[in-house]
T-cell receptor
């Protein structure tokens, strides 16, 4: 099946620093990538949807200047958490989908972010 | 508004059968997904239903009734490794996935 990787798997940073998370589709071209955040014992919350070569569409309540998303190629999307604060500590998960809305989303393994 | 409801937690015995229900109210419908998520890991795909009826895949089956806005995931011959959260998600008219809060399934020996 299709494989999506994320890097890093875990990151600990100081408050005020920026953190970049990479999401790669390894064996298919991902025209659309999704970024989710999941707090403990809660469901997935969609943060933004990005299509290759265009600006990301952010969900209501998600600050686009704080969570910078770049989807420059069909196999790579990045999420940068700028000026991270302890409340940004969460499990960040990306997923990728090939062209065609009915296609299944394939999830990356997730990135555990802890901001001290 | 859009809403997905599923039980918060269920407990079952190893070797038994369990049914996890999901009801939904969404703006449009383009299919319903079930995902399994172990603690600290990303979700993994289990099933996709877009037509009414039962889809069977090994020990797991998924049922859909579009007229009732209802689905269930049936797990047979439960194993300890089936202890996980099970997420119901509906693809709406904009092809966005609307996620339920998940059902935590606890398997006891």
């Amino acid at each position: 099946g299709a494989v999506v990787s994320q890097h890093p798997s875990r990151v600990i940073c100081k408050s005020g620093t920026s953190v970049k998370i990479e999401c790669r589709s390894l064996d298919f071209q991902a025209t659309t990538m999704f970024w989710y955040r999941q707090f403990p014992k809660q469901s997935l919350m969609l943060m933004a949807t990005s299509n290759e070569g265009s600006k990301a569409t952010y969900e209501q309540g998600v600050e686009k200047d704080k969570f910078l998303i770049n989807h420059a190629s069909l196999t790579l999307s990045t999420l940068t958490v700028t000026s991270a604060h302890p409340e940004d500590s969460s499990f960040y998960i990306c997923s990728a989908r090939e062209a065609g809305e009915y296609n299944e989303q394939f999830f990356g393994p997730g990135t555990r972010l802890t901001v001290l | 508004g859009q809403n997905i409801d599923q039980p918060t937690e269920m407990t079952a015995t190893e070797g038994a059968i369990v049914q996890i229900n999901c009801t939904y109210q969404t703006s449009g419908f383009n299919g319903l997904f079930w995902y399994q998520q172990h603690a600290g890991e990303a979700p993994t795909f289990l099933s996709y239903n877009v037509l009414d009826g039962l889809e069977e895949k090994g020990r797991f089956s998924s049922f859909l009734s579009r007229s009732k806005g209802y689905s269930y995931l049936l797990l047979k011959e439960l194993q300890m490794k089936d202890s996980a959260s099970y997420l119901c998600a509906v693809m709406d008219s904009n092809y966005q996935l609307i996620w339920g809060a998940g059902t935590k399934l606890i398997i006891k020996p």
